[in-house]
């Protein structure tokens, strides 16, 4: 069955602290993997996309993902996390050729400390 | 250029009652799926259109939820008559016909049904 798994329900850092929020699926191939982030009162927002190539994807407001088939994962980090940062993250898969649905995790609520 | 748009943004009603939620996608896009999170889980796919035409309505729960997209443009998904169980916020995506694009979405309707 595909599936995306984000282990992490709640993650609290500081403001400053690096950042890793995982992502696992499972799919019957190598899908198109999305990162979401919702900020409160916000619909969900494409933080980066995986399609093909290079594993190491830059996304915006300087948080990136890398793909590792191996492990079937797509983990998000950011070097330095901002106060607005705090917001929900979501984990997406969706087939190859980006007409179809998208499986969602869990998500992953961030919370920054000052 | 306008985003995806949702009305109402919240709705109460009373269990029995009927709800018609819509969704005006981003100018030109000719995909529109509509999604659902329920109270903290994952946020899962109910139905694709391209243009007026149901893709894949896979994910609709049952035969109380009835989408529309009249003319290929903006879409509304009525539940009738809606249970306890249908709370939660539906979210709305476009995105163009060119495949390997991101989906755009709205800000959600939180539905509650008492």
């Known amino acids: 069955a595909q599936s995306v798994t984000q282990p992490d329900i709640h993650i609290t850092v500081s403001e400053g602290a690096s950042l890793e929020l995982r992502c696992n699926y499972s799919?019957?191939?190598?899908?198109?993997l999305f990162w979401y982030v919702q900020s409160p009162g916000q619909g969900l927002q494409l933080l980066l996309k995986?399609?093909?190539?290079?594993?190491l994807v830059q996304g915006i407001k300087g948080f990136e993902a890398e793909f590792k088939r191996s492990q079937s994962s797509f983990n998000l980090r950011k070097p330095s996390v901002h106060w607005s940062d705090a917001a929900e993250y979501f984990c997406?898969?969706?087939?190859?050729?980006?007409?179809?649905?998208?499986?969602f995790g869990a998500g992953t609520r961030l919370a920054v400390h000052p | 250029e306008a985003g995806v748009t949702q009305f109402p943004s919240h709705s109460v009603i009373e269990k029995g009652q009927t709800v018609t939620l819509r969704c005006d996608p981003i100018?030109?896009?000719?995909?529109l799926y509509w999604y659902r999170r329920v109270m903290g889980k994952e946020i899962k796919f109910l139905l694709h259109f391209v243009k007026e035409s149901k893709q894949d309505e896979s994910g609709m729960p049952n035969n109380r939820f009835l989408a529309e997209r009249t003319g290929g443009t903006y879409s509304t998904l009525k539940v009738q008559p809606a249970e306890l169980e249908d709370s939660g916020v539906y979210f709305c995506?476009?995105?163009?016909?060119?495949?390997?694009?991101?989906?755009?979405f709205g800000p959600g309707t939180r539905l509650t049904v008492t």
């Open positions: 100018s030109g896009h000719d995909n």
């Open positions: 995506a476009s995105s163009p016909l060119a495949g390997g694009s991101e989906q755009y």
């Open positions: 799919y019957g191939a190598t899908p198109y």
């Open positions: 995986y399609f093909s190539g290079d594993t």
């Open positions: 997406a898969v969706g087939a190859p050729g980006g007409y179809n649905k998208l499986i």
